[in-house]
């Protein structure tokens, strides 16, 4: 079973630090009577009395019934893995209401769902009946979410937004099971379409449909609920915004289907809920998905002239790329342009791809592997469900205060140096990537049978200082050797120059021909009729000289060239 997640952001979570580090939260036991805080979170896309004015760090929006005991798990902005092999992920979705956080009223968003179902359950079932409890008994506010829960067994999608009517505190969810063998992708745009009373895979808030057709957005005259049309306009930011990725990865995985790229609308049924792949999906497989710009396709965004001399795949965000409604009921807002979203975007804060495997034990079946920064040039570390910790690089960091010991900033300076020149550096960086994660993989076997033994024989405590010692010690040698890559790209690649470390021997590349023809590099100063050379229309750049007479007239010149 494998889970994975992009988190794609900036900007402070519930914890009310930048969403760039992973933090541990041991298992706990709690006496009777006890609550738990609910935390705002100021990346909701919602606003809450006494939040960032208040100067209050963490605002808490009400508290729910402590259970007895709660599980340890990993979490971000959003939780990840727990210590029974739990897994989750998240993405954000456009919907038709987005109310704000009340205090008592709508105290849950999708990162403190996410943490409360890791705290408290063991199966991916248990989890999504939990959320949409807690959904009904506490409210929902901010922005439409998907959360993805599975366990070894079992994978099921909740999608979530508020009540269409602001008077109403509680939230609409629907949840539905991913077949087994299957795959879903979500994209910032609600997944769940056709929900069908009976349907055994679905479950949903008690007063779905009524609280839908009271607000308008469907009626049972309409015919079978479609989700994603009752409740959001689709597309996140601008046309293909979300689309594009879900066939990407679905195209990736099932060439056999042939889908298209192009659809007629936000509410297209041309990519299935899930599919089927081809080929059975491995980690490292799983890892190259979050790494994709397009390549190969007509929306490559490594090649063209917006992708610079060197193949650089990351774009300057503009006006026209913020995260916008750009449509309702009635009106589409037609922009200037937009770029291609690619599934590795460069303002992503760390992305994972988490393990869940039923023939080993929960703390050693689960394994959280976890990338720090842009998911193409990240390095993914592998953390286990039964470590108690992580190396210290990977739980600090803060994006307005450069520091090379954290993680976040070690492979976010590789990523933006690497933007100097790209098509050179990029070799380099997938190179040293492929070795350390292979380097993992074969590490993680071996300590995967030296800690399951070590259960089996009743050395539960061993295990875990094990699998501790390896999570961080992994971690550490990761950053380290990161940071020797990050060396010798600065040598080999400073001034516009590739330096040989080793040799000592200096290169001046320059630019590729088709960047300096397209760029009036032929009309640059060669000649010393510089005028009537830039009259001159037609000149092609040829990456080839001709010698003339010094008295040479600019006819003569023209002429040879």
Known sequence: MY?????????????NIDDISILYVPAADHAPGEKRPVFFDPDSGSDAAGGASAGDSRLVLGHIDQVPHTYAYYTGSYGMMNEHQLLSAECTDYAKAEFDAAEGKRIFYSSELSNVALERCTKAREAVELVGGLIDTYGYYGTGETLVFADPQEAWVIEICSSLDEADGGGLWVAEKIPDGEVFVAANEFRIREVVPGNPDQIYSKDLFTKLDEGGVWSPADGPLDWLEAVSYGE?????????????????????????????????????????PDEKVNLTGAFSLFRDHYEGTEFDLSSGGTAGPFGNPYRYLGPADAHTNFQNGSYMEV??????????????????????????????????WFGPAVAYETVYAPIYAGSTNVSAAYAAGDRSTYDSSTAYWTFDFVTNWAMLRYDAMIDEINEKQGELEAESIVLVQETDRKAADLIAAG?????????????????????????????????????????????????EPGYPAWWLNETGYQYGPRIYELDELRATGGLNYTESSVWVPKNATFADIRELI
Request: net charge negative.
């Open 236 to 276: 996140y930011a601008h046309p293909y915004y979300s689309l594009m990725r879900v066939w990407r990865i679905q195209d990736r995985l099932a060439p056999s289907l042939n889908l298209s790229p192009y659809v007629e609308n936000s509410y297209t049924k041309a990519y299935p809920f899930t599919i089927a």
């Open 459 to 507: 050395d539960d405590e061993g295990a875990l200082r094990l699998l501790t010692d390896f999570t961080v010690t992994r971690g550490d040698e990761i950053i380290e050797e990161w940071h020797d890559l990050s060396g010798t790209l600065i040598v080999t690649y400073s001034n516009g120059l590739i330096t040989d470390p080793t040799t000592e021997a200096v290169e």
């Open 335 to 368: 922009r200037p342009g937009a770029n291609p979203r690619p599934i590795s975007e460069i303002f992503c804060s760390y992305s994972y791809v988490a393990q869940a495997r039923s023939s080993l034990p929960d703390p050693v079946g689960g394994v959280l």
């Open 3 to 15: 889970v994975g997640h992009t988190n794609d952001g900036v900007g402070k979570d519930w914890r």
